[in-house]
């Protein structure tokens, strides 16, 4: 199946999403750094459930750009299935917190 669109257009579209998806870099790691902090310095469930939502949807908008750059289908049953290991891990530190 070939592309219609020019060479240049895909280029400029794969530099944007590579662009888009550096950008989202930054919120990831901060969500990453400040989630260990809430959970082993300060045991906050609420700043858990916070920075652990920031990371979900930094990653998730990060494979969005990259697919979209690479025009790509940006919705794939795929990327949810790969959340669910870390999401579980997750759900396992929090839950003597939650459950207590």
């Not at 940006?74 to 579980?88: D, E, I, K, Q, T």
Request: proline share 6%; hydrophobic share 65%.
């Amino acid at each position: 199946m070939a592309d219609s669109r020019p060479a240049a257009e895909r280029r400029a579209r794969a530099l944007m999403g590579v662009v888009a998806a550096s950008a989202l870099a930054y919120p990831l790691l901060l969500s990453a750094v400040q989630l260990v902090v809430a959970q082993l310095l300060t045991a906050d469930t609420a700043a858990i459930v916070l920075w652990l939502s920031v990371g979900v949807v930094s990653s998730v908008a990060l494979v969005a750009a990259v697919r979209w750059g690479t025009a790509r289908r940006v919705r794939s049953p795929w990327l949810l299935l790969g959340l669910a290991p870390p999401a579980l891990f997750e759900l396992w530190i929090v839950w003597p917190r939650l459950a207590g």
